[in-house]
C-alpha cells in the first residue's frame, strides 16, 4: 500500500494465526473410518459424523468452508491421525499471519503479528515477521486443511473443482486472546496498516464470551489514529447474527478496506436482507451483475458517503474465476494494477510457479458480463489487451479482472489471503 506513492516500512498484523496441516481429505476420513454418504452443512461439528457430512457437502459445491470442532477430545484424535498421515504437510495458518507472511516477503517492509504464536508457528514465520514476547505460548493452535482436487470422487460426490474444507478446535484465536497484545504494541510499533482478521473464529465462543470480545475489539479499533488504514479479511461465517453485528453495527464502519470471497459476499447480504439475499447459493462462476449489486449496496449502505461517518471505501473481492475491486471515489489509487496484482499471484502461487505459465492455467470467466441485474446496466465484452475492465455507477468504481485459474493446483489454502496481501500492496490510499 502507497502514501502519497511511497511504499510504506511497517505493517501491522492481528488476530488469527495456527499451523495448517494440509492433506487429502478423502484420504483422511478413510484413515477415520468413515463412509462416503450424503452431504449436509453443519454450523458447528460436534462428531466425526457432522464432519463427514459438511465436507461432502461442500466438496460437491466445491466451495470453500470453515468450521469449528467442538468436541476437543474427537478433535485431537483427528489431529493426531492428520499430523501423522504420510503427505500431511505443516504450513503457517490463520488469516492474519497468512497476510502478514506474504507481506513480509518484500523487503521493504517488517510485519508486527500479534495471535498465539507456538513453537512450531515460530519456526515457519518469515524473518521479517516479528511476534511480540507476549504473542509466544507453549503449544501450537492447529487447523486441518482438507484439500480436494478437481474431479476428485468420494461415493457419489465429485468436486467440480478444487478447495479445502478447514475445522479446528482452536480457543485461543476464538476468544481473541491476543487482542491486549495488539493495542499495547500500537504505540511503539507505529504501524503503516493494520490488517485485521479472525472474527469468524468468535462463533465457537458463547453468546456472552462473543458480545464481550466484540465490544472490547470495536473499543479497540476505534482507539487507532484515523490516519492509519485498516483491513478486515472476512472468512467462512455460519451466525447471521454475529456477520449482522459485524457488518451493520460495529466493525464495518471503523475499517477502510475488506477483502472476502464469494461464500462469505452471499452470506454477508443474506444476514441483512440486501439485494439478491434470496439466493441461496451460487451456481457455478458466481454472475458478476449480482457480486457487483452487492459490492454496491455494502458501500453505499455502510460505506462511507456524505451522510454516513462510516470509514469504509474499498472492497477487494474474490472469486476463483475472477476479481472485483470496488471503491469510493475520492479516497484509493492505482486499482488496476491492485486487482491485476491479486489475479497473478492466484495463479503463480497455486501452481506454484514464479511467473504465469500459460500450460498450467485455464480462463473460467464470462467472456461477457453485465455490469448489474437490478439497475441499468452495461454489457461489457473481455479485451485480452486491456484485461481489467472498468465502470462506475453513482461515485463507486469498479475493477474486474478474469483470473487465469491453475488447472491442477499445488495448494489452495491462503490464496484469498495472499490476493488480499498482494492488492494491498499495490494500493494507494489518498489522505483525506
Known amino acids: 500500500m502507497r502514501k502519497k506513492g511511497a511504499l510504506e516500512q511497517g505493517c501491522k498484523e492481528r488476530v488469527n494465526a495456527c499451523v495448517d496441516v494440509v492433506l487429502s481429505g478423502v484420504k483422511l476420513l478413510q484413515a477415520l473410518g468413515l463412509d462416503p454418504g ?52 505443516l504450513y503457517v495458518g490463520g488469516n492474519a499471519a497468512l497476510i502478514g507472511q506474504k507481506l513480509a516477503t518484500n523487503p521493504h517492509l517488517k510485519v508486527l503479528l500479534c495471535g498465539p504464536v507456538g513453537p512450531k508457528l515460530h519456526e515457519l514465520l518469515d524473518d521479517n515477521v516479528i511476534v511480540p514476547p507476549e504473542s509466544m505460548q507453549e503449544t501450537d493452535e492447529f ?25 479446528s478446535h482452536d480457543l485461543s484465536n476464538g476468544a481473541m486472546n491476543m487482542l491486549e497484545v495488539f493495542v499495547a504494541s500500537l504505540d511503539e510499533f507505529q504501524p503503516d496498516l493494520v490488517v485485521l482478521s479472525g472474527l469468524h473464529m468468535m462463533e465457537g465462543q458463547s453468546k456472552e464470551m462473543r458480545a464481550k470480545r466484540l465490544l472490547e475489539a470495536v473499543t479497540s479499533l476505534s482507539d487507532i489514529p484515523t ?38 459476499l452471499l452470506f454477508l447480504t443474506q444476514s441483512a436482507a440486501g439485494p439478491h439475499a434470496s439466493l441461496t447459493s451460487w451456481n457455478g462462476v458466481p454472475d458478476v451483475g449480482i457480486v457487483s449489486d452487492i459490492l454496491f449496496w455494502i458501500l453505499k449502505e455502510h460505506g462511507r458517503t456524505t451522510d454516513k461517518p462510516s470509514d469504509l471505501t474499498r472492497i477487494h473481492f474474490h472469486t476463483l474465476a475472477y476479481h472485483v475491486l470496488a471503491t469510493v471515489d475520492g479516497y484509493w489509487g492505482n486499482q488496476i494494477a491492485a486487482v491485476a496484482a491479486g489475479a497473478r499471484v492466484a495463479g503463480t502461487q497455486a501452481c506454484a510457479t514464479e511467473t504465469i505459465d500459460t500450460d498450467k492455467v485455464s480462463l473460467k470467466a464470462p467472456l461477457e458480463f453485465v455490469t448489474s441485474q437490478t439497475e441499468t446496466n452495461t454489457k461489457i465484452s473481455l479485451n485480452p489487451g486491456e484485461p481489467v475492465a472498468h465502470w462506475q455507477r453513482e461515485g463507486i468504481s469498479f475493477h474486474f479482472t478474469p483470473v487465469l485459474v491453475c488447472k491442477d493446483p499445488i ?5 484469498g489471503d495472499a490476493i488480499s496481501a498482494e492488492g494491498l500492496l499495490y494500493s494507494e490510499i489518498y489522505p483525506q
Open 143 to 167: 487447523h486441518l486443511i482438507l484439500e480436494y482436487q478437481a474431479g476428485e470422487e468420494w461415493g457419489q460426490t465429485r468436486a467440480p473443482n478444487a478447495n479445502r474444507f478447514i475445522f
Open 227 to 264: 490516519d492509519i488504514p485498516i483491513h478486515l479479511e472476512l472468512a467462512s461465517m455460519t451466525d447471521q447474527d454475529l456477520m449482522s453485528k459485524i457488518m451493520l453495527q460495529q466493525v464495518f464502519p471503523l475499517v477502510n478496506s475488506i477483502g472476502l470471497n464469494e461464500q462469505e
Open 38 to 89: 450424503n452431504g449436509e452443512d453443519h454450523a458447528v461439528l460436534n462428531s466425526k459424523k457432522d464432519l463427514k457430512e459438511a465436507f461432502s457437502h461442500f466438496m460437491q459445491k466445491g466451495a470453500a468452508a470453515e468450521r469449528f470442532f467442538s468436541d476437543a477430545v474427537s478433535f485431537h484424535h483427528i489431529a493426531q491421525a492428520a499430523s501423522e498421515y504420510p503427505g500431511a504437510q
Open 411 to 415: 495448494r489452495t489454502v491462503g490464496l
